[in-house]
C-alpha cells in the first residue's frame, strides 16, 4: 500500500490514506483530496440547506504520497 498525505495550508489540519498503485493509477490528484476530504455536514433543519465550510479549509493543500506504506 502507498500512504497519502493531505495537509491543509489554511488550519494545518492532517489526513492520511492508504491507497493501492492500481488506485493511484486509476485517479488524479483532485479525485483523491476530495476523497480524503469530504466533511460529513448535515443539513440545517427542514431545509436541506448544508452550511459549512470545510471546502473552504482544503483549497490549498500540500499532498505528500509515500511507498511501503503498511
Excluded: F, H
Aim: glycine share 4%; with cysteine.
Amino acid at each position: 500500500m502507498i500512504e497519502v498525505t493531505v495537509k491543509s495550508k489554511k488550519t494545518g489540519e492532517v489526513k492520511r490514506c492508504s491507497y493501492s498503485a492500481r488506485e493511484l493509477l486509476q485517479r488524479d490528484e483532485e479525485d483523491i483530496v476530495c476523497e480524503m476530504t469530504q466533511c460529513d455536514c448535515q443539513p440545517v433543519g427542514e431545509t436541506y440547506v448544508v452550511e459549512c465550510n470545510c471546502c473552504e479549509e482544503w483549497e490549498e493543500y500540500d499532498l505528500e504520497i509515500k511507498e511501503g506504506a503498511e
